[in-house]
């Protein structure tokens, strides 16, 4: 057998028109918003509906039953003031080794002037920085920045683990206190 003549020139060229594959590769579906490429005579971009494709997808209404509810103010206050509590009992024990002696009723270095400032004697805090104390915390501590001034006798002993619930805490108290969870204030600050 040669390989001259038309039988062989046939194969050839059927390979070639081909590309040599025996079988053609599969392809991946397409999605049902989208026509098949070519599948538009008119070149407009028009679907078979006569409708231009959208490029967003198309918005569904929730059923009535499942529409939203608006937030109730009242629960929401309620849930901070719940995540603050939560914080604030983490972070106690901070308070207490760093802050209760001059900050507390009955506290080694408690002065009248130092429990006006600033009461922890009960939660919430009291003195005339309860509506701020937050601010005052981060500030005397030097969270976010600064040089600390407190605790009085070792500005700067709270640190890592002890710092970062304090943090916590003036968080919480941030976040209830913008919602006007607090009466002292109105959630002002």
Not at 105 to 127: C, E, I, N, S, V
Not at 128 to 152: D, N, Q, Y
């Amino acid at each position: 057998m040669t390989r001259s003549g038309p039988t062989f020139a046939l194969l050839a060229a059927l390979v070639a028109a081909c590309g040599g594959q025996s079988s053609p590769e599969p392809t991946a579906p397409q999605p049902a918003e989208q026509e098949p490429a070519g599948a538009s005579e008119s070149g407009s971009g028009e679907s078979a509906s006569g409708a231009a494709p959208s490029s967003e997808p198309e918005e569904v209404a929730p059923p009535a039953s499942e529409a939203p509810t608006p937030a109730d103010p009242e629960k929401i206050k309620s849930e901070l003031l719940a995540a603050e509590q939560t914080a604030y009992e983490s972070a106690k024990p901070v308070f207490d080794k760093h802050c209760a002696a001059c900050h507390q009723k009955g506290g080694k270095k408690a002065k009248r002037k130092m429990l006006q400032h600033f009461d922890m004697t009960a939660y919430p805090f009291g003195g005339h920085h309860a509506a701020e104390v937050s601010a005052e915390v981060r500030e005397v501590l030097a969270i976010g920045g600064g040089k600390p001034t407190m605790p009085f006798n070792d500005p700067g002993a709270v640190q890592g683990d002890e710092l970062a619930l304090i943090a916590a805490w003036a968080d919480a108290f941030d976040k209830a206190h913008a919602a006007g969870a607090h009466q002292h204030g109105g959630g002002k600050h």
